[in-house]
C-alpha cells in the first residue's frame, strides 16, 4: 500500500529533541515524561512532531521589556 499527499511528519525522537532545541537529552526526556508537548507512540517509542516543538517554543516565548 502506497500512501500519496500526505504531509511528511517530523518526527523526533529524545536526541533529535535536544538537538533541536540545543538542551540535554535528560532536559528533552523531562518535556516528554511531563507531557509538555504532545507525543506519538509508535509501538514502545516515542516521537514528538517538529511542528509541535515548534508551538511550544511560541508558547514558552517572553517578550522583550523596552526601556
Known sequence: MVIH?????DLLDVQGIASYL?????TARRIVSERRV???????????????????????TVEAVSR
Do not use: E, F, M, S
Not at 514502545?44 to 511560541?58: C, E, I, K, Q
Open 5 to 9: 499527499n500526505l504531509p511528511a511528519l
Open 22 to 26: 540545543n538542551i540535554t537529552p535528560r
Open 38 to 60: 504532545p507525543v506519538t507512540k509508535i509501538g514502545a517509542l516515542v516521537r514528538v512532531r517538529r511542528t509541535d516543538l515548534d508551538a511550544y517554543l511560541v508558547a514558552h
